[in-house]
């Protein structure tokens, strides 16, 4: 046989038995000069139907909401606060004290939750949208804004979710809720609302909150998820709903703007410092609800002092009236706890007291609160 010609046979030969080699191993291989083979693209074929039908969708189907729960939602994750419980039966075992939701912020693994998510827990772990779980750490938790960071260490590329303005919000757009309501099982649940109210103040315990209200349906285990506006930004934190008999469609949430500078601060620090004036008041919206029988004057009863502090040091005894703070009349223990995070840490300040008919100025310096 000419040379030449069983060259190029041979050549055929090989380049048949190398594609038959191909489709057995399920690889393929490219050439800069030809196109891969079509066998190829067979592994494709799924994803590429799926692209399809996804372009196909029209635009009355394929809204804002679909988009931001498409961007959002591999970025919520569900949360779950294990802890030591004593059994009469077993002894002390490790059991789940409840779930809540997440969201991943940061491709190193930091997640914002709920501080009431995390409370108590000795082990945390963490359920990723695709089912896989990873043991989770807190790096840190605060009470007064029931928000606390959550860090995990990731296999994988996360998705991260993008925080928006809750400055620039408004009332009557789209509100979007992802997150966990009722547990794991109905995990990546999307209601959708709108912005019902900015701004709103409720009392939580003995803590006062500025929320954002929304109508879209937050359940148990949605606090920690995403409240999400129409372009697939997280506004806020997923924080409370108000259960009480006849009342619905009232759920809120923890203002991304609010919650951003908290959540540096417990990445970093693990707890936020915050100023202390040292003392249990009663405010008149106190002494009403607990049918507390006292003449206010327009200010702040003082219940309580904490000896060696810092209203102890500067003279304020029980049963003085705060009536002013830095010059400026104070009635509401709401106010007067801004006043006091406005002015810092080792700030001195002026408070204003009655006691009795008298009236007299004294100077505190405010110091880290204790415990934090």
Known sequence: MNKKI???????????????SLLLSGCSVSSKKEAPPAVSNKAAATTTAKEQKEKNISAGRNTAIVQAAKKVGPAVVGITNKAFVRDIFNGVQLAERGSGSGVIYSKEGLIATNYHVVEGAQEIVVSMPDGKTYSGRVLGADAATDLAVVKIDA?????????????????????????????????????????????????????????????????????????????????????????VSGVEGIGFAIPINEAKPVLAELEKAGHIARPFIGASLIDKDIASKYGIKVDLHGGLYVMKLYRGGPAWNAGIRINDIIIKYNGKAVDALADLRDMINASGIGAAVNVTVLRGEEEMDVSVTLTEMPGQ
């Open 6 to 20: 069983y060259t190029k046979t041979l050549a055929v030969v090989m380049g048949t038995l190398l594609g038959a």
């Open 155 to 243: 296999t994988e590329p996360l998705t991260v979710a993008e925080f928006g303005d809750s400055d620039d919000i408004l009332v009557g757009e789209p509100a979007i809720a992802i997150g966990n309501p009722l547990g794991l099982e109905f995990r990546g649940t999307v209601t959708a609302g709108v912005i019902s109210a900015l701004n709103r103040s409720i009392d939580l315990g003995e803590r006062k909150f500025k929320l954002i209200q929304t109508d879209a349906a937050i359940n148990p285990g949605n606090s920690g998820g995403a409240l999400v506006n129409a372009d697939g930004q997280v506004i806020g934190i997923n924080s409370a709903k108000v259960a």
